[in-house]
């Protein structure tokens, strides 16, 4: 497995032009950008998680029916400091990186004490995000790195706590209809009591010198104060709808002690998350037009959650989807030790993980204070999810099973915040393999497939055709690498509605495994 997960990727700097069978619509003008981990070894040294790998960006442009391809290593500090030393040197998620063995005493002592409390990497693997008109490349600590989407040339690096009290911040924001951005962080250390921050970056926050990074005009939507100070909750992303901010606090946790200390323990990063099965999962929702939250607790039993599908209001109540795992057993199946089984081992072995179920959840916005304990106060008709009045006045909410089995969840982005049908993504089962692409259908509880048994599929990006009317009227577009040496990887092009092959456009390049992308439709990217 780790041929294809964990081998250094190649850089094609220069568009290349790809083979096209089949048609490409006419109407499919723009660029996908992704990115991912491309780089696990440098020099002796080598990461131990997948997560840790340095960023590789890639890009694939449909112009007039051809399809072009290249692909650029971020040229993040993280990865010139570790070029340049030829060893890895800057601490990841997975792998902790220690001053060279060469260096006095004096150096490595005051190392040790710059790293109690974390500088994190800029090594920023996770997605490409979009503020005002710039796009950053992004993973969730402090750090973005601006890139120039056709170039994919690293512009510079933006500092977060420059702009506001953050630490940490997600990878996965949410767009308006109006191009005003909204995100989530988490004010740690420097920043006086911790709290959860919701921020928003005006459509028109690009200045237009290009002396201003977009983020000096990010507005505070409002703070979150943590249940335990020690404890704060992971996020990876979260829930919009038209009026609510879904903050889900999970009971999957950052061990600040742990992560303070983790640099003098010799522990990496990725082993100050821990999972509390005793605990509750809590619900928040903020009004993201005035900031303040519903007073009214809701939670729920435990679970892990990393993407949100799509939330919105019907009926008096929020509906939020997301993709919930019984453990956090998740990331440990990414570290490379364990993708260098041979594909019958690695599948005996990860029967233990949980699979990834796509839960509905339903919230009642308000709740009468004369409603009898014990009453179900969810009245849609749709859904099985329930929200059931507790003695304390609280609520505890019992989800719907949409589906089991799918990651990587994807939507006609122009369904966010709106009630929907369709969601997209990778269909996981007990395989090393990622080669099936889903659309499953909420109303009917049905599911399509797409396969090839010799390919790794990446997350489908679901582009709308212009003038649609229906919601799944457009196409998906995967990256795909190929298992047979014998075939090229390819960019693949599926009719969204009945998941069959329209076009498909090789490049006989390298393409590595990725994460998460952003299509940039000609209009946007001229």
């Not at 290249?70 to 993280?78: G, V």
Request: proline share 5%; charged share 20%; glycine share 6%.
């Amino acid at each position: 497995m780790d041929k294809v997960f964990a081998k250094n990727g190649t850089e094609t700097p220069e568009p290349v032009k790809a083979k096209v069978s089949g048609t490409v619509p006419e109407w499919l003008q723009g660029t996908l950008v992704r990115n991912g981990p491309g780089m696990f070894s440098v020099g002796d040294t080598a990461y131990k998680h997948w997560f840790d790998g340095m960023a590789l960006l890639h890009s694939f442009t449909f112009k007039d029916g051809d399809v072009y391809y290249r692909s650029k290593f971020l040229k993040s500090d993280t990865f010139k400091k570790n070029t340049g030393a030829n060893r890895i040197v800057v601490s990841e998620f997975g792998t902790m990186a220690y001053p060279d063995p060469c260096k006095s005493i004096f150096s490595k002592a005051f190392s040790y004490f710059s790293n109690a409390i974390p500088d994190f990497t800029d090594n920023n693997l996770v997605n490409i995000i979009r503020y005002g008109e710039d796009y950053y490349a992004a993973s969730e600590v402090n750090y973005i790195n601006q890139v120039d989407p056709h170039t994919l040339e690293t512009v510079g690096r933006v500092n977060y706590r420059n702009h506001i009290a953050v630490n940490l911040a997600t990878a996965h924001p949410h767009y308006d209809e109006e191009g005003n951005t909204y995100n989530m962080g988490t004010a740690i250390m420097g920043f006086g009591r911790p709290k959860y921050m919701i921020f928003k970056v005006p459509a028109n926050a690009s200045d237009e010198d290009k002396k201003q990074p977009s983020l000096s005009k990010v507005e505070q939507v409002c703070s979150i104060p943590f249940r335990s100070a020690l404890y704060p909750s992971y996020f990876h992303s979260f829930g919009m709808t038209e009026n609510y901010i879904v903050f889900v606090e999970q009971a999957f946790k950052l061990d600040i002690l742990r992560l303070a200390t983790a640099y003098f323990r010799g522990v990496n990063w990725g082993a100050c998350l821990t999972y509390d099965k005793d605990d509750v999962t809590i619900f928040h929702l903020i009004d993201r037009h005035t900031g303040k939250a519903i007073s009214r607790k809701f939670y729920g039993d435990p679970f892990v959650v990393f993407h949100h599908i799509n939330s919105y209001e019907e009926n008096g109540h929020v509906v939020f989807d997301l993709i919930a795992y019984k453990d956090s057993n998740l990331y440990e199946m990414f570290y490379i030790e364990n993708l260098k089984q041979d594909t019958d081992k690695f599948i005996e072995n990860n029967k233990i993980f949980s699979p990834p179920v796509c839960q509905r959840f339903v919230l009642p916005i308000t709740v009468d204070k004369n409603t009898p304990v014990g009453t179900n106060l969810v009245t849609l008709e749709d859904t099985s999810a329930k929200a059931v009045t507790q003695n304390d006045g609280s609520v505890f909410c019992s989800p719907d099973t949409l589906f089991v089995g799918l990651e990587l969840p994807q939507i006609n982005y122009k369904f966010n915040t709106k009630k929907y049908r369709y969601f997209y993504g990778s269909r996981v089962e007990w395989s090393p393999h990622p080669n099936k692409i889903a659309k499953v259908d909420i109303v009917t509880r049905t599911h399509k497939i797409w396969t090839n048994d010799e390919c790794y599929i990446s997350e489908p990006v679901f582009v709308a055709s212009p003038d649609a009317v229906e919601e799944d009227d457009g196409v998906l577009l995967s990256s795909i690498v190929s298992l047979n040496p014998a075939k090229p990887n390819f960019m693949l092009i599926l009719n969204a509605k009945t998941l069959e092959e329209i076009a498909r456009a090789e490049v006989d390049v390298s393409v590595h495994m990725d994460l998460h992308g952003y299509f940039i439709p000609q209009k946007d990217s001229n």
